[in-house]
């Protein structure tokens, strides 16, 4: 057996994302935050990655997060939600956080309203991916274990 540690991926969402419930389905599909979480936890564990999830809507607790992530994280996955298309406070922290970040939108974002289309973390992120559901998370975690080498 190997004693290798697991590569840490933070999964982290923003804004109204603990609403899924109640938000479009046609947008966001189905599921609550804490299904979407149970299905990501399942992606991780089949690449072998070990997922630790946070949300809040507070953008000052989503940046003090991200400053507390030294030396606790290896990769980030984050779905900001609105908060993408405005936060330029996020951008930085994650700036500060100087980790492999992999950008998620359930929804596709670049075919939605004009205001939707541009992300300000995105030119951080080693990709983003959007319009793809759940599958989105699978992908992003593929795309953090290639950078980690796992
Ligand atoms: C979202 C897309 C954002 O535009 C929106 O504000 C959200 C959810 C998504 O996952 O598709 O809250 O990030």
Redesign the pocket.
Known sequence: MSTAALHRVEIMH????DQLHR?PAA??GPLSLPELERVIADFASELGLQARFFHTNAEHEFIEHLHRLEGMADAIVV????W??TSRAIRDALEIANLPTVE????D?KN?EEW?RHSVIEELCVTSV?GKGPDGYREALQRIARELGT
């Open positions: 923003g804004v109204n994302l938000r947008h966001y779905n900001p939600g609105a993408a298309h998620v939108h359930l929804s974002i939605r939707r959007s």
